[in-house]
């Protein structure tokens, strides 16, 4: 499925002041690609992310998913393209934490349409491919950072999307947990999904095909 | 929907404390509301009743003793005529036919609607063993009346309902005439007796303040200290309690909730507002976020009043306004949600990286 940007605009305002998060920010994303985007802290990345994902619709421009324009689809179209389509990994994890792992993992097979029988399966299937498939009742706020991610990145895989959006997965993390997270994200990457990962460290780049690009005060430069 | 239901449920226990703080208080506001809505009405029922009813009234010696005229006795007459009514039980007349005689000066159907208001002097009884009675040497035919239609309630004297009871009704003249005949004859405080056991209809303030007047302007020596307008003066205090204070209460208590509910959903929807991202994120919708609002505030408003429900404050009386009230509150608390959540962007806190 390919994603494409065209002239992205997204402006903050708060308290009568505006903030021009992105200016005219555009990119095309095709099946297989690895778009890394690097940039200072303020620099427009995780608007960028949140716009692809479908999380913010507060911008100006088109964003054209699968040949249409992202806001003529419906709510119920985007809550399912979320469901599906896009995997999440932020860097402070976004868990909740009062919760056990598995009803992390557990969070969109509640809105997917697998049948609640087969949750446990899928779920185990995801906590396998990271690693923490005995850790199922444990709560996640008992978790060291490292274990915490790689449930936030279960979460993300479990219903098998289409692009992975990780906003700085590896930046709480250390050097052996940050291999670690990396090796489960491009181990899930094959030629037809996506990975858009925001980074300050190119030591994040592996191998295959990569898009680089950088976000400077909103504006994009593939390097 | 199931998944909405759980999640719901798992809210309330989260925020317990509030969901707690919130049932009592509905259930503690409609309560005072249930009260004040049975005080309210008990005391319009009272008041009704009351209004056709009979007032007596206190007197009292202000001097040693009291002398009056017997051109103010024919006076007062005018005020027994209808409406007012004395009655005193006469032991002499009681002791001779051993049962339980009454002198009734004034208006004797205010006793039982039966006796006919005719000036002169005539006798009423509810048996029929007995034609004639004999007071003070003339003979009187007895006139029968039902002992079912006796005012129960009027007279503080319970011998008018024995069965066996006579009454010698003075109206008119007869009135002030027999007054002075006995005053004369060996009986000096009939006088007092007529006075102190006046009975009059509690709405005729005319006739009262007449009765008033005459004791204070045509008699020396004794005063009324009226029960009536005592009473009524409480029953004012009562009814400026309710209304000066019971009622602004409520409205003071319903705006306490309102800004308490309003201050308490928007701390709780902050708090929620990371587990709400995650779930939007994850593929939730608008309706899925809405409906786990609504399952939470859904059971706060079914445990309240399920609550006022088991302890017996919602009956026939309270129940259009307990109804009335649940109706509007949730009304109130599913549109005001639905607008909250629509009007707030809950994506905006994964701006930056600190979900």
Known sequence: ?223 | MFANLKLGFRDIWEHKFFVFACIAFIVIFNLIQVMTALTLYHHQKLKEDLLPEVTSFDIIYTQYDYTYHKEALVDIVSIYEEGAVSIKRSTSLSESYARPVFFVFGDASLINPNISNQDGTSVYAYDTSLDNLQVYGVDYPIRNIPLTDTYTDRFADTYILDSNALFVVYQGNAIAEVIDYLSMEGNPNIFWDFISNTHIIFSDVTRINGFKNFISDRVDGISIKSSFFDWSNTRDHMHKFLVDFLLPLSVVLLLIGILSFLTIFRGILQRMKCDLTIHLQSGARFRDVLARFYVFYGAIIAVSFAILFLQGAIFSLTAPFVYTFFIIITVSVCLYIARALKRTNLFDNLRGDYV
């Open chain 1, 1 to 223: 499925m390919r994603l494409v940007l065209e002239s992205i605009n997204r402006i903050y305002a708060k308290d009568g002041y505006k903030t021009q998060a992105l200016s005219d920010v555009s990119i095309s994303i095709q099946d297989g690609n690895q778009v890394m985007i690097i940039g200072e802290s303020g620099s427009g990345k995780s608007t960028l992310l949140n716009i692809i994902g479908l999380l913010d619709r507060g911008y100006e421009g088109n964003y054209i998913i699968g040949g249409k324009n992202a806001k003529e689809y419906s709510n119920r179209d985007q809550a399912v393209m979320r469901n599906k389509m896009f995997g999440y990994i932020f860097q402070e994890y976004a868990l909740l934490e009062s919760e056990n792992v598995y009803d992390n993992v557990k969070v969109p097979l509640l809105y997917s349409d697998v049948k609640r029988q087969k949750f446990r399966e899928y779920i185990e299937e995801s906590l396998s491919q990271v690693g923490l498939k005995d850790f199922m009742k444990k709560k996640v706020k008992y978790l060291s950072g490292g274990e915490r991610q790689r449930v936030a990145i279960a979460r993300a895989l479990v219903n098998k999307p289409k692009v992975i959006l990780a906003d700085e997965p590896t930046g709480s993390l250390d050097s052996k947990n940050r291999k670690q997270v990396l090796d489960i994200i491009y181990n899930y990457l094959d030629e037809t999904r996506v990975l858009i990962f925001v980074t300050h460290d190119l030591e994040n780049v592996r191998k295959g095909a990569q898009t680089i690009v950088q976000l400077k005060q909103g504006y994009l430069t593939v390097l």
